[in-house]
């Protein structure tokens, strides 16, 4: 069966994965800090609004204003298409944080390009037990699995996994960025991986012959992919740039 493809315009990349995410799939990008996750969030949501595809950010994370300021730099300006709704970009207050909201605006809008700036932020602010709509049976099984089921960061994480699992049945091909690192390795330990269809790591090395910044696809279902890693680069102006090894 022939699989429809969603060009990222990333330069360099598509031709690693077939060229494009299968539609309706939901990719994890993950990294530490400063290695470009939101930037390749950006483009990949500015590229597709160049070919008509609607698009939303929703930042967990980062002021609205800061990201169209990196945008600037490499010279996206959202400005007309953020004026005819092509994108909407939403800035979430996490002490506010409803996730029933941002599905609802995604399924209103029926955008075909969705990024989650960061995921990882809903584990930064712990939401309360009681927040979490489940039957007296799900309950006593997770008590039987959990030491300390009513912990914040156990209700945080269900919330999480439903967010992701909803959010996969809307259809729009999605981008959800994770924080990753020596300190916090959310990405294995918090963000179950069966839970999205591919993974991207983006990693900054300080020795050896990939020294820099690099990327590596990790899983991409339904897709014969790249399994090397590839330096990747910020062209000011243009955008990222995935090379050769």
Known sequence: MEITRVKTGIDGFDELIQGGFPKGSSIMVSGAPGTGKSIFGLEYIY?????????????????????????????WD??????????????????????????????????????????????????????????????????????????????????????????????????????????RDFDRDIIPESLVDGVIYLNYNLMGPTTGRNLIIQKMRSTKHSEVIHPIEFIEGVGIRVMKP
Request: charged content about 30%; glycine content about 6%; proline content about 4%.
């Open 47 to 75: 590229k597709g609004a160049e070919n008509g595809e609607k698009g939303v950010y929703v930042s967990l994370l980062q002021k609205i204003s800061e990201l169209l300021k990196q945008s600037g730099v490499f010279g």
């Open 78 to 183: 959202f400005t007309q298409f953020l004026r005819d709704n092509t994108v909407e970009m939403l800035e979430v207050d996490m002490l506010e944080f409803d996730p029933s909201k941002i599905l609802k605006e995604i399924r209103d809008g029926r955008y075909e390009r969705v990024v989650i700036d960061s995921i990882s932020n809903i584990i930064f602010h712990p939401v309360s037990w009681k927040d979490i709509k489940l039957t007296y049976i799900a309950i006593r099984e997770i008590e039987d699995m959990i030491p300390d089921p009513k912990n914040p960061i156990v209700a945080s994480r269900i919330i999480m996994e439903r967010f992701l699992t909803e959010l996969k049945k809307i259809g729009a091909t999605s981008i959800v960025i994770s924080e990753s690192g020596e300190e």
